[in-house]
Each structure stands twice: as structure tokens, then as C-alpha cells.
């Protein structure tokens, strides 16, 4: 018996930390009304300046290929405490910096674009720290006193009860802070009516930028803290934003005590689990803890979401822009030509990275049906793609069925799980939806993913090349050639095909209703749009195709293993498909030739300098400047461009002198291709 | 094809009321916004519901429409009680309203916007023209629309770009490309000018020809007594009078509560 109290009782040490996490997320949400995502990332650099300024004495900066460092004290390190206070110092410029250059601009901004933006901070901190520091592990000598302490006939660290007590006391203060004095009173009242506040002389983002500056003091603080019982590296930090958002939606992110019990016992549950892992072996072995907090997030999602979300609120936002497709048809068959053409003319690298392109472009589709006509910010997509990439492989294998009935029926696995995540969409929007489809993503990568008998673990799972009416299509055959350029017509193929329905359904009447939805929910259901069934629908056709995409994905890799489906990659498809233009279908095009990582443009870059390990740091910049300067993404200047020029062409062609043409107008029905700017 | 085209009003029901509203009562927490508000709406009328601000209209159209929930009382429309039923069933069975704050879609066209109300819901066939022709059947309640409002000029422009009044008769416009059999207006000539108002009344007043009840809730008393057959005057949550416009007019309660103080307001 007593080893279950043990086990819960050292669980107070993370949980210590999704608590005050958590707490920031309260205090960042309530007082600049941000979801912010890149909580746990912040921790996870604050954590590293502390770490290097103890072991060498060096501090360090958020960027990468100029010298990230100075020396600022000897190299045998710094002492606890100056580093402690060094750093505490230093989140508080960080956190003031992020909020005035970042979150500022994006008061009034959709939430897309500030999901996007923390999203691109989470990304950027992760590839920065993954470029500076490497996934290596560090450890810490011990920070608050340890010596084991006898509780009740057991041996508990004593530094778990320290941090539990540090984070019990933070919380009722900031709690009592925000009752009873003015300062609290007036960020209630900020947040209530903004204008209201700043009539009574107080300015609502001043005092934002002070509670952002306090929320990133305490992650900071807890991501020292913490690193005595546990090993630091970019990965596991930043992925405390999962628990510490579940402590944060149970306390409705307003409640602070609620939110620090419900840190503590996500954290005590984490660690029990770890020891009914060894009671009740049926339980997966691996992933567990990981999956915990979704249960907790959907719990609270449930129980909450009518208070998260007042029914009716008017959002007066500027949505996305979404393209306006011409002529899909000849679009859709020139683009295929086009991609044909250039896999006769280049060399096999290329020949790769048009295939890579174009399966990701596949997987983008995905966000544009799903985020940019139906508005539901998903961040779980390319988990679906990789749900169906491993179920091909299973359906070839147990069942026999090859391309293209396998494939159909791996992408139909897809849209039941696809399902699932669109399921919370019925009840929420906005920001909270994208919570919970990363809580989704983030549970699929632990307990799917990692599972050995599903995904193969490390050694992956084979998947046989498609083959259609006894004509080979895989990517390798009896000779040496690799691409085999019947896969790279047949992929090409495949995505055009797909763009092509997309483009299809976009104009049709299912576009409509999409974007009918996307507009006002209120309304459209005034006029017989069945908002819900619109959403799920919406869901399963977006799984469908990021379905396909894992399959094609799945026929390339030859060997798919977990690790193409992480929870970093689906949070990666969404920024690229936000930079490209998340309401175009050429958004999603050019977020594969130009932002994939293994694109036909970074496989040219990669060849002059070696761009491939700056993705994760390129997207997660790209996607925060996307937010805050050019939500509609970068497509839409090149819509603009391409039908300014095809008038040109026009006209030339004619015999005409070009005429001014204002593009943001309408084009001509004439005009061929797709993409006009509106 | 079914529910959404309005049937030829048959003879003998041509005098039942399409609307019957018992003992309606909205509740919020010890608020009462509409207080056991009884009446009925007749076929192929056009019917007026006016009070001052705060009276509960909008309360009003939200809980025959299902936007909120009636805490007690029964609706029957077409003679099938409609109590708690969902937005969107209502308005495929024919009772559509329109909102007092405009509320279009903005990402798509004029036309979109009338389109995506006239052509038929089922997502499951929306789906099923994403490979095959769509049919242009749809196309004829969207046009009806579209003259019937006299916005075929703008057709193809975005709601951002049109005037407020315009704006305001897409909403409506909207609304009667669904087809309705009851339609309930919630203030649309709210920020219109003196002429467009006119302009408006005009147009509401040969919609029960079409084959479309109305039911007009709005506080220009102007517009309301001059094209509405029966008027019901609701204050505070009280329906304190109902009658033609000229009984309304003289009746002293409406007098007192409405007319006399509030007789400054446009």
C-alpha cells in the first residue's frame, strides 16, 4: 500500500510544474486573453541559460548561426543563486520582448493567428535549442535541499514536498493577489472592457506585458527548479505545455487554485501510473503518461465548454482569405504535366524531392479544407496521415489488399480517428479547439505511435508498393534507378487528382456551407446549415486526404516508422500550410515545394548550405511573421502577381498597351489558372 | 424538393393560424424576458410585433427559432409543435428569421449567400457534387431572391463592400431563398433611410402572394402600422395589446407604454 502513496507523492515534482505552468497560462490568458503554446518552450530556454550559466558561465541567446553565447563569468560556472537571479532577469526581458513584438499586434486578431504565432515561438525555441544544444540530455545537481524525509513510514525526497509547497504558495498568492489588490482589479477590469479601462487611465496592454512578464518569471522558475528529478532536453520541456494546459482549462484559465491542484494531480496520477504499470501489466507499457493529460483536457472540454464558449458571441474577425479556383480541371492537368515534365528533365535527388513535395502538399489539402474553409484549427493532421501509413501497411499484410482498395481503406481508418478529434469541434471553437486536437496529436504520439505492435517502434513497419492492374508502381523495382519515375508520375498524379477535388468542393455547394460555417454559425444555421454534422463532416473529408497523403507517404518511405508523425510534425504542417496560405489550395502547394523539408527549394538550399537542420527554427519564424504580418499567407501576393501578369500577357498577346489593372478586383472570366486575392 | 417550396395555400386552412405560440416563457436566471406570451399568426399575413426597446422582441425570435430556450409554453407551427427544436430543423421545415445585426458571410458573394440558403442542406449530396454536375434547380430560389430584393446588380460583390441598407436586404433576401413558408424579421429596417424604408415595406408586402407569412418585429411604428394586417404590442415581456393598426393606435395601453414616451425615438 504504501509504495502507491510513495509513488504519488514523488509525482508532486512534475506536477509541481504543470501547476505553475499552468498558472502562467492563467495569467497570460486572462490578462492578454493568448492561448500561448510556447509556455512550456520558454521554460524549456530559460532552463538552458541556467544550466549553461552554471556549468560554464556562459549566457545564452535565442538565435542561431551567430555566436550565441557570452562569457560572463569564469568557466568553472556560476553559483546557484546569481545564476537563479540571472536568469530570472533574463525571462523577464524575454517575456516582455515576446509580448510587445508578438502578442501585442495580435490583440485583435483571429485566433488562428495567435494559435499560429505561439505555435511558431514553440517551434523556433525548439529548433534553437535543438541546433545550440542537441537532443543530448542534461542533468543538474540538486537545487532544493533532497535529504529524504520520513512521511508515515515512508522515504519521500524531501525536494518533491519543497516544490509542491513553492507552487501551493505561488498559487493561493496570486489568487489573493488578483482579488484584493488594485493591480489584480485592474486586469480584471482590462480584460472585461478594454476601452472601459483605458477611460479610467489604464492602459490594457501595459498591464498585459506585466502579466506576461510575471507568467514567464514563474515558468522560468519552475523550469529550474525541476531539473534536478528530471533531465532536460528541447523535447520533454516544451511538451509540459500538454499537461500544464489541461491544469489550465480545469481551473476554466481563471481559477488559480483550481488550476495548481489540478497540476499536482495530473502529475501524482503520471507517476502512480507508472507504478500500476508494473501491478497491472495489460496496461501499455509505454505512453501512458503522456496520454493522461488528454484525458484531462477532454474531461474538462466537456464538462466546460459552454462557459469557454458564449453562445452566440459575434466575432467581427478577418478570417483567412480563401482562393477562388477557376478552372480546376485545366489547373489541376497542367500542374500534373508540369510535374511530369520536370521528373523526365532533373536528376533523382530532384526526382525525390518533387515526389516529397507533392505528398506534402497532399497532407496540406488537409489544413486548407479543414482550417482554412472551415475555420476548425486542427494540429493533429499529419498524425491522421500517419494513422493511415501504418493501417496500409497492416491492411497489406492481415488482409491481403493491395493499391487501391488498401489505400482507401487506410485513409477511411484515418477519417474514424479524424472523427474522434473533430468530435470536441461540436461543442468548441476557436483556441480551445486547438487545444484539444494537440492534446489528441500529443496522445496519439504516445500511446499509437509508440506502440510497438502498431507502428513496429524503432525498426518501422514495410508497406509494398502500390501496384495497378499488374502495372508496378512502387518506388523500387528490379533496377538500380531509385525514384522509379512511374512512382514520381504516379504520386504527381494522385496529389493533382486530389487538388483537383479539393478545388472542386471548394467551388461547389459543400464549399458553401464550409465557408458559410467558417463566417457565422449563427447564421448559417438560420438558413438549414446543420453546423455540427458541417464540422464532422468537415473533419472526415480533411482525414480522408491527409489519408492519402500518409499512404503516398507510406508507398515512398518503403519503411515508415514513428518518427515521420511526431507530434512536432503535425504542429510543423500546420505552419507551413499558414505561411503558404492556409485558405488556398496553391497555399498548400507552395508550403510543400517551398516549406517541406524535403521540398524541391530546401533540397536546393540543402545542396548549397546545409538548410535541412534550420527547418524546424525556419518554420516556427515564418509561421509567427505569417500571423502577425500577413495572415492570409504568402500565396496571395503571388495571386495577385500571377494576375497581374497573366493580364499582361493578355494584352501583350493582343497587341494592347497593359492596362491598369487593380488586383484586388475580380479577374476576368477568362482568366485561366486559379487564386485571385479578394 | 419536399418542405422547401411553399405549398399553394389550400382553401380551408387558408384562415388557420401557420404560427401558434401558448404561454411562452423565457427565463434568464429571475429575468423574465418574454412572460407567458400567447398569439397566433395567420396564414399568409403580415403580421407585426412592435414594443420598445428591452421589450423581449429579439427574446422573442430567438425562442420561436431555437436559439433559446423557451423555459415554458408550446409553439406549433404548421400545425406541429415545434417546441425545442433546433435552428436549423426549423428552418428547413420553412420558419427562417433574420438577425437585427445583419450577420452575412462575408467570404462569399452576394449570390453565394443566397445560393447556399436555397440549395438543399444534406451534406451527404453536397459531397456527391464534389464528383459529379450539380444540378441547377437550386439556382431558381437564389435568382427569385435576388430580384425580389433588387440586388441583382451586386450579385457578385462581397457583403463588405455593399452600404448598410444593402446589407440589410441580403439578410432578408437570404432568408426568403430558403423558401420559407413563415418568415421572421427582426428589426431590418433598423439603420435604413425614410425612402429605403418605404422601399422595403413595399417589397414585405407582396411576400404573402409568393406564398411567405411574415411576421415583422421591428420599433418603426411607422413601417409596421403601415403594412402589417395585425399588430401585437409587447413591453416589458407583456403582450399588452394586439389588433389591426388602427385599434393599435388608439389603444390606450400601447399609448402609455410605447407611443407616448417613447414618441422622440425615430
Known amino acids: ?678 | 424538393m419536399s418542405a422547401s417550396v411553399p405549398a399553394a395555400v389550400p382553401p380551408d386552412t387558408a384562415a388557420a393560424p401557420i404560427l401558434e405560440v401558448q404561454q411562452l416563457r423565457v427565463q434568464y436566471g429571475n429575468v423574465v424576458a418574454v412572460n407567458d406570451v400567447s398569439f397566433g399568426v395567420k396564414q399568409g399575413s403580415v403580421t407585426g410585433l412592435i414594443g420598445p426597446n428591452g421589450a423581449g422582441k429579439t427574446t422573442m425570435i430567438d425562442a420561436l427559432t431555437g436559439y433559446t430556450p423557451a423555459s415554458h409554453g408550446t409553439m406549433h407551427f404548421e400545425g406541429q409543435e415545434i417546441t425545442g427544436a433546433r435552428p436549423h430543423r426549423l428552418a428547413r421545415r420553412g420558419l427562417v428569421r433574420t438577425f437585427q445585426s445583419v450577420e452575412l458571410f462575408n467570404d462569399l458573394t452576394v449570390r453565394e449567400n443566397m445560393l447556399v440558403a436555397s440549395e438543399p442542406p444534406g451534406m451527404l449530396s453536397a459531397l456527391g457534387h464534389v464528383f459529379w454536375p450539380e444540378r441547377r434547380g437550386a439556382q431558381e430560389a437564389a435568382e427569385w431572391a435576388l430580384s425580389l430584393t433588387e440586388l441583382a446588380d451586386v450579385a457578385d460583390r462581397v457583403p463588405t463592400e455593399l452600404s448598410h441598407g444593402q446589407r440589410k436586404l441580403v439578410g432578408v433576401g437570404r432568408a426568403l431563398a430558403r423558401r420559407p413558408s413563415l418568415l421572421l424579421l427582426d428589426e431590418p429596417a433598423a439603420g435604413l433611410d425614410t425612402e429605403e424604408t418605404r422601399a422595403l415595406g413595399e417589397r414585405l408586402r407582396t411576400l404573402p402572394q409568393n406564398g411567405v407569412t411574415v411576421l415583422l418585429i421591428d420599433h418603426d411604428m411607422g413601417l409596421v402600422l403601415s403594412i402589417c394586417e395585425r399588430v401585437m404590442v409587447l413591453d416589458f415581456g407583456n403582450l399588452i395589446a394586439q389588433g389591426t393598426p388602427a385599434e393599435i393606435r388608439a389603444d390606450q395601453k400601447v399609448i402609455e407604454a410605447y407611443l407616448g414616451t417613447e414618441r422622440g425615438e425615430p
Not at chain 1, 560556472?77 to 537571479?85: D, E, F, H, L
Not at chain 1, 509540459?240 to 483550481?258: D, H, K, M, T, Y
Not at chain 1, 459552454?306 to 467581427?316: H, K, Q, W
Not at chain 1, 548550405?609 to 534550420?614: A, D, L
Request: charged share 10%; hydrophobic share 55%; proline share 4%.
Open chain 1, 1 to 678: 500500500m504504501s509504495s502507491y502513496i510513495l509513488f504519488l507523492l514523488l509525482g508532486l515534482g512534475s506536477g509541481a510544474v504543470y501547476a505553475v505552468l499552468g498558472l502562467g497560462l492563467v495569467l497570460k490568458y486572462r490578462s492578454a486573453g493568448v492561448v500561448d503554446f510556447a509556455h512550456g518552450a520558454v521554460a524549456m530556454f530559460c532552463a538552458y541559460v541556467y544550466i549553461e550559466l552554471r556549468s560554464n558561465g556562459e549566457l545564452q541567446f535565442p538565435w542561431i548561426l551567430i555566436p550565441h553565447q557570452v562569457k560572463v563569468a569564469s568557466s568553472n560556472g556560476m553559483a546557484v543563486i546569481p545564476s537563479i537571479v540571472i536568469t530570472l532577469v533574463y525571462s523577464a526581458i524575454l517575456g516582455l520582448l515576446f509580448y510587445v513584438l508578438i502578442y501585442r499586434p495580435l490583440r485583435r486578431a483571429p485566433a488562428l493567428a495567435r494559435v499560429g504565432a505561439s505555435i511558431g515561438v514553440m517551434l523556433a525555441l525548439e529548433g534553437i535549442a535543438i541546433l545550440n544544444y542537441s537532443t543530448f540530455a542534461l542533468s543538474s545537481p540538486p537545487i532544493l535541499p533532497d535529504s529524504p524525509l520520513h512521511v508515515a513510514g515512508l522515504f519521500v525526497p524531501s525536494d518533491r514536498l519543497y516544490l509542491a509547497g513553492l507552487t501551493i504558495l505561488v498559487g493561493f498568492t496570486l489568487a489573493a493577489v488578483y482579488r484584493f489588490t488594485r493591480f489584480g482589479l485592474i486586469t480584471r477590469a482590462a480584460v472585461e472592457n478594454e476601452r472601459g479601462a483605458a477611460l479610467l487611465g489604464h492602459s490594457s496592454s501595459r498591464i498585459a506585458a506585466y502579466n506576461w512578464v510575471i507568467a514567464t518569471v514563474l515558468a522560468a522558475a519552475a523550469g529550474i527548479l525541476i531539473l534536478p528529478i528530471t533531465t532536460l532536453n528541447p523535447g520533454t520541456y516544451t511538451l509540459f505545455i500538454v499537461p500544464a494546459l489541461g491544469a489550465a482549462l480545469i481551473g476554466r484559465f481563471s481559477s488559480f487554485s483550481v488550476t495548481v491542484i489540478a497540476g499536482l494531480v495530473i502529475g501524482m496520477l503520471q507517476s502512480e501510473l507508472t507504478k500500476l504499470q508494473t501491478v497491472w501489466t495489460w496496461l501499455p507499457q509505454q505512453g501512458l503518461q503522456d496520454g493522461l493529460p488528454f484525458i484531462f483536457i477532454m474531461i474538462a472540454m466537456i464538462l466546460l465548454a459552454r462557459r469557454l464558449t458564449p453562445r452566440g458571441a459575434i466575432t467581427d474577425v478577418h478570417n483567412p482569405a480563401v482562393g477562388r479556383p477557376n478552372r480546376p480541371a485545366i489547373t489541376a492537368g497542367s500542374s500534373a504535366i508540369v510535374g511530369i515534365i520536370a521528373l523526365l528533365l532533373v536528376s533523382s535527388e530532384y526526382q525525390s524531392a518533387i515526389i516529397s513535395s507533392a505528398i506534402t502538399a497532399c497532407i496540406c489539402f488537409s489544413v486548407v479544407v479543414i482550417t482554412g474553409y472551415v475555420g476548425q484549427i486542427s494540429l493533429a493532421q499529419n498524425a491522421l496521415a500517419g494513422i493511415s501509413a501504418f493501417m496500409l501497411s497492416h491492411i497489406a499484410q492481415s488482409l491481403g489488399i493491395g493499391f487501391p482498395f488498401g489505400l482507401i481503406l487506410a485513409a477511411l481508418c484515418a477519417v474514424a480517428v479524424g472523427l474522434v478529434i473533430g468530435l470536441p469541434a461540436v461543442r468548441v471553437r476557436g483556441v480551445n479547439l486547438a487545444v484539444t486536437t494537440l492534446a489528441t496529436a500529443a496522445a496519439l504520439d504516445a500511446l499509437v505511435f509508440n506502440n510497438t505492435w502498431f507502428s513496429g517502434g524503432y525498426v518501422g513497419r514495410h508497406v509494398g508498393g502500390p501496384n495497378l492492374l499488374g502495372l508496378n508502381l512502387a518506388i523500387v523495382g528490379a533496377g538500380r534507378t531509385y525514384p522509379r519515375l512511374a512512382f514520381g508520375i504516379f504520386v504527381v498524379i494522385m496529389v493533382a487528382l486530389v487538388g483537383f477535388l479539393v478545388a472542386r468542393l471548394r467551388n461547389g455547394r459543400m464549399g458553401r456551407i464550409f465557408l458559410a460555417v467558417r463566417s457565422n454559425e449563427r447564421a448559417a444555421a438560420s438558413i438549414g446549415v446543420d453546423v455540427a454534422r458541417t464540422k464532422l463532416v468537415a473533419f472526415a473529408i480533411a482525414a480522408f486526404i491527409a489519408g492519402i497523403g500518409g499512404g503516398l507517404l507510406a508507398y515512398q518511405e518503403q519503411n515508415i516508422n514513428p518518427d515521420a508523425f511526431t507530434l512536432w510534425t503535425s504542429l510543423t504542417i500546420l505552419a507551413i500550410t499558414y505561411v503558404g496560405g492556409v485558405g488556398r489550395i496553391t497555399g498548400a502547394v507552395a508550403a510543400g515545394a517551398l516549406l517541406a523539408s524535403n521540398g524541391v527549394v530546401p533540397t536546393l538550399l540543402n545542396n548549397v548550405f546545409n538548410f535541412n537542420q534550420y527547418q524546424l527554427v525556419i518554420a516556427g519564424v515564418l509561421l509567427t511573421l505569417t500571423a502577425v504580418a500577413n495572415p492570409d499567407g504568402m500565396t496571395k501576393e503571388m495571386g495577385a502577381g500571377m494576375t497581374k501578369l497573366r493580364l499582361k500577357i493578355v494584352d501583350a498577346v493582343r497587341g494592347q498597351k497593359p492596362a491598369a489593372v487593380g488586383v484586388t478586383e475580380s479577374p476576368p472570366a477568362s482568366a485561366p489558372k486559379e487564386m485571385v486575392g479578394r
